[in-house]
Protein backbone atom coordinates (compact mmCIF):
# COMPACT_ATOMS: atom_id res chain seq x y z
CA UNK A 1 0.00 0.00 0.00
CA UNK A 2 1.24 3.64 -1.15
CA UNK A 3 1.13 6.39 0.81
CA UNK A 4 1.46 10.01 -0.34
CA UNK A 5 2.39 12.76 2.09
CA UNK A 6 1.24 16.23 2.22
CA UNK A 7 2.82 19.20 2.88
CA UNK A 8 1.07 21.20 5.82
CA UNK A 9 2.09 24.63 6.89
CA UNK A 10 0.80 25.89 10.51
CA UNK A 11 1.87 28.91 12.44
CA UNK A 12 2.69 28.51 16.05
CA UNK A 13 2.05 32.24 16.63
CA UNK A 14 -1.29 32.37 15.90
CA UNK A 15 -1.37 34.03 13.21
CA UNK A 16 -3.28 32.71 9.83
CA UNK A 17 -1.62 29.80 8.26
CA UNK A 18 -0.26 30.46 4.78
CA UNK A 19 -2.69 28.86 1.84
CA UNK A 20 -1.26 26.23 -0.38
CA UNK A 21 -3.87 27.55 -2.80
CA UNK A 22 -6.09 24.29 -3.14
CA UNK A 23 -9.10 25.44 -1.01
CA UNK A 24 -9.11 28.71 -2.85
CA UNK A 25 -10.52 26.59 -5.95
CA UNK A 26 -13.32 25.91 -3.05
CA UNK A 27 -16.43 27.84 -3.71
CA UNK A 28 -18.49 29.72 -0.91
CA UNK A 29 -21.34 27.12 -0.86
CA UNK A 30 -18.76 24.43 -0.49
CA UNK A 31 -17.02 25.80 2.04
CA UNK A 32 -20.16 26.12 4.18
CA UNK A 33 -20.08 21.67 3.22
CA UNK A 34 -16.83 21.93 5.03
CA UNK A 35 -17.20 23.97 7.53
CA UNK A 36 -20.59 21.13 8.86
CA UNK A 37 -18.56 18.55 8.17
CA UNK A 38 -15.41 20.20 10.77
CA UNK A 39 -18.33 20.48 13.12
CA UNK A 40 -19.15 16.87 12.91
CA UNK A 41 -22.59 17.45 11.51
CA UNK A 42 -23.46 14.86 9.43
CA UNK A 43 -24.74 14.60 5.51
CA UNK A 44 -28.26 15.00 6.34
CA UNK A 45 -28.21 17.63 9.33
CA UNK A 46 -25.60 19.60 6.75
CA UNK A 47 -28.31 19.40 4.07
CA UNK A 48 -30.76 20.51 6.47
CA UNK A 49 -28.74 23.33 8.34
CA UNK A 50 -27.85 24.70 4.85
CA UNK A 51 -31.53 24.06 3.04
CA UNK A 52 -30.16 21.51 0.22
CA UNK A 53 -30.94 17.74 0.02
CA UNK A 54 -28.40 14.97 1.50
CA UNK A 55 -27.81 14.10 -2.38
CA UNK A 56 -26.20 17.53 -3.19
CA UNK A 57 -24.37 18.03 -0.12
CA UNK A 58 -22.97 14.35 -1.30
CA UNK A 59 -22.12 15.93 -4.87
CA UNK A 60 -20.32 19.41 -2.91
CA UNK A 61 -18.44 16.98 -0.84
CA UNK A 62 -17.49 15.00 -3.98
CA UNK A 63 -16.19 18.04 -5.66
CA UNK A 64 -14.39 19.39 -2.19
CA UNK A 65 -12.33 16.31 -2.74
CA UNK A 66 -11.48 15.97 -6.38
CA UNK A 67 -10.50 19.95 -5.95
CA UNK A 68 -8.43 19.54 -2.77
CA UNK A 69 -7.23 16.55 -3.65
CA UNK A 70 -8.33 14.69 -0.76
CA UNK A 71 -8.20 11.00 0.11
CA UNK A 72 -11.21 11.22 2.89
CA UNK A 73 -13.03 13.83 4.09
CA UNK A 74 -11.18 14.02 7.02
CA UNK A 75 -8.53 14.80 4.90
CA UNK A 76 -10.48 17.67 3.30
CA UNK A 77 -11.04 19.22 6.47
CA UNK A 78 -7.87 19.37 7.37
CA UNK A 79 -6.73 20.86 3.97
CA UNK A 80 -9.02 23.40 4.28
CA UNK A 81 -8.38 24.18 7.72
CA UNK A 82 -4.32 23.96 7.05
CA UNK A 83 -5.66 26.88 4.51
CA UNK A 84 -7.48 28.80 6.27
CA UNK A 85 -10.19 28.41 4.33
CA UNK A 86 -12.79 27.54 7.15
CA UNK A 87 -12.46 28.33 10.76
CA UNK A 88 -11.95 25.60 13.35
CA UNK A 89 -14.65 23.37 15.14
CA UNK A 90 -16.35 25.59 17.88
Known amino acids: MDFQATDFTFTLDGGQPASSGRSDRLS ?10 ANGSSTE ?14 THLRNIMRKL ?16 AIDPPR
Not at 49 to 54: D, I
Open 28 to 37: AREKDVLGGL
Open 45 to 58: QIGTTLAMSPHTVR
Open 69 to 84: DANTRAHAVAIALSDG
